[in-house]
Nanobody, 122 residues
Framework: QVQLVESGGGLVQPGGSLRLSCAAS????????MGWHRQAPGKQRELVAGITSGGSANYADSVKGRFTISRDNAKNTVYLQMNSLKPGATAVYYC????????????????WGQGTQVTVSS
C-alpha cells in the first residue's frame, strides 16, 4: 500500500501565502505523477496543479502565476506554494500520486491523501 501525509493547510488572510506538503511512503518503485486537487463546499473536486517525474508541471488557469508545484524525488514529496491567495481558494486540498509499485510490472495506481483545509479569510 501507499500512504500520503499532507501538511501545511490553515487559515490565511487574502493576499497571504501557504505552502502545502505531501509525503508518500510505502510500496513504491516510482512515482510517475504527483498533484493537488481541491474541493470547495458544494463544488466538484478540481485539478489545481500536477507535476510529472520529469518535472513538467500543469496548472489550473485560476492559479497560474500565483501557485507553484514542485517535487523532491528523493523524498517522494510534492509541494504546492500558494501566493496571493484569494477567498475563492478556500477548499480542502487533496494530494494525489500515480505510483508504479513494482519493477516487475508497468501497472500504476492512483492514491489520494485525506485532505488538508485551506481557508482564506480576513
Amino acid at each position: 500500500q501507499v500512504q500520503l501525509v499532507e501538511s501545511g493547510g490553515g487559515l490565511v488572510q487574502p493576499g497571504g501565502s501557504l505552502r502545502l506538503s505531501c509525503a508518500a511512503s510505502g510500496s513504491i518503485f516510482s512515482i510517475n505523477y504527483m498533484g493537488w486537487h481541491r474541493q470547495a463546499p458544494g463544488k466538484q473536486r478540481e485539478l489545481v496543479a500536477g507535476i510529472t517525474s520529469g518535472g513538467s508541471a500543469n496548472y489550473a488557469d485560476s492559479v497560474k502565476g500565483r501557485f507553484t508545484i514542485s517535487r523532491d524525488n528523493a523524498k517522494n514529496t510534492v509541494y504546492l506554494q500558494m501566493n496571493s491567495l484569494k477567498p475563492g481558494a478556500t477548499a480542502v486540498y487533496y494530494c494525489n500520486v500515480v505510483v508504479r509499485r513494482s519493477v516487475y510490472s508497468d501497472s500504476t495506481n492512483r492514491y489520494w491523501g485525506q485532505g488538508t483545509q485551506v481557508t482564506v479569510s480576513s
